[in-house]
């Protein structure tokens, strides 16, 4: 491969899933290092005083300030647009940072926006707290009933905001009536897509106009370092978030940059194999739990609208106990391999109790709405051999008294 080759749409949008995952995005500079250089500045040098101005003026291309561009964080966001399908991506800090960016860059005083229930406790925090603040209202909805969708649209609606699967209930959004939707209304459609990554499931396929990921998650997938990004059209990158993250500053670290752009070489891997492992994790619990909600599951009540969006339903799904919170913190802390932990998307499993963890902060009356009990689990299946997963799992359910 030329050392600019993985930059060329023309020739990276002819790349399979797996090359572009590989190669995509890649820059080698003069030396031809065969892993991507990692360019820790936070300025740049030039040759004369008129390329400076040339470059700020956005009349010629290049460098100019790391919290603008920097060439570790261009090429992950390269190969993430690439992989999304998306004409391209702006990396942030965080996953929280990539969907504050999304929603706030294109939100003002008076605007309306349309917004899944079902989510994880700091996107409602924002929906919820935050937008208000700032004069712009929300209408949560139960993301699973479409006719919800057309029902709270009001003339000032400008976004609606959903995640699919949704953390931790697993609802999932019908996504080609939804998108839909909001382009018969003018209404910009932003997808939160960390529980399946474009691996698994691309949401701008079914009309999405936005999509935002936590990349810590299956991104980076190893437990390292925080990252986010969002993808979208060019035209509205330019003109609706870059203006705000260039003034914001809600921006990556080369290094982080780095770790998850190697992070994206084995992502396909790693997601299918995880998706495996958790189908036979789930199929086990299935008969020892009151309920559980997996949507690579027969019984989960949208298992067929979940297998036509997803080529396989990821690592992450959850489950209820009957003893509420007191049982399911038996169970926890009876498990010897699998750690308890509030993360997911790692390589490793882990599990967690939302109410009193990923969802404190929302209250008890906003978690009953929502669907998450006292009961909940959450689990993130790794990469283990499930059947050592298994064995941990009944030893921690008889613990349990289950």
């Not at 969708?149 to 949704?166: L, Y």
């Not at 009309?207 to 990349?215: E, F, I, K």
């Not at 003893?323 to 790692?346: C, P």
Request: hydrophobic residues 40%.
């Amino acid at each position: 491969m030329k050392k600019t080759t993985g930059q060329n749409r023309e020739i990276t949008r002819h790349w399979r899933p797996a090359t572009q995952a590989v190669r995509g995005g890649t820059w080698r500079s003069e030396h031809g290092e065969t892993s991507e250089a990692l360019f820790l500045s936070s300025g740049f040098t030039y040759d004369d005083a008129e390329t400076v101005a040339a470059r700020f003026a956005g009349e010629q291309d290049g460098m100019t300030y790391s919290r603008l561009q920097n060439p570790t964080v261009q090429m992950l966001e390269e190969r993430i647009a690439l992989m999304e399908g998306a004409e391209a991506c702006r990396a942030q800090a965080t996953g929280m940072a990539a969907i504050t960016t999304a929603l706030l860059c294109q939100l003002q005083m008076g605007d309306h926006v349309v917004a899944a229930r079902a989510a994880f406790g700091s996107c409602r925090w924002l929906t919820d707290n935050l937008l208000p603040k700032w004069g712009i209202s929300t209408t949560t909805i139960d993301s699973r009933d479409n006719d919800a969708w057309k029902a709270a649209i009001q003339p000032n609606t400008k976004v609606f905001f959903f995640e699919t699967p949704a953390n931790p209930t697993m609802d999932i959004v019908d996504m080609a009536y939804v998108c839909g939707l909001a382009k018969e209304h003018g209404i910009t459609t932003v997808v939160d897509n960390a529980f399946a990554t474009s691996v698994l499931q691309r949401p701008m396929d079914f009309g999405a106009d936005v999509v935002a990921y936590s990349a810590t998650k299956l991104m980076d997938g190893q437990g390292r370092v925080l990252a986010g990004a969002v993808c979208g059209s060019q035209k509205w990158m330019d003109e609706v978030l870059l203006p705000f993250q260039r003034n914001t500053g809600p921006n990556l670290s080369p290094f982080n940059a780095w770790v998850v752009h190697k992070g994206l070489e084995t992502l396909e891997l790693r997601a299918v194999r995880q998706s495996e492992n958790a189908l036979a994790v789930g199929k086990f619990l299935e008969s020892r739990v009151p309920h559980i909600m997996h949507p690579g599951l027969e019984s989960h009540p949208q298992h067929a609208l979940a297998m036509q969006q997803m080529k396989a339903c990821g690592p992450i799904f959850a489950f209820e106990v009957d003893g509420g919170r007191k049982q399911a913190h038996a169970l926890l802390n009876g498990l010897q391999l699998i750690d308890i932990s509030n993360n997911i998307g790692d390589a490793r499993s882990l599990m967690c109790h939302p109410a009193s963890s990923t969802h404190h902060g929302m209250g008890p009356e906003a978690r009953e709405a929502m669907g998450v009990g006292e009961g909940m689990i959450r689990i993130n299946v790794g990469l283990e051999d499930p059947a050592d997963l298994i064995e941990d799992l009944d030893q921690a359910l008889k613990a349990a008294g289950l």
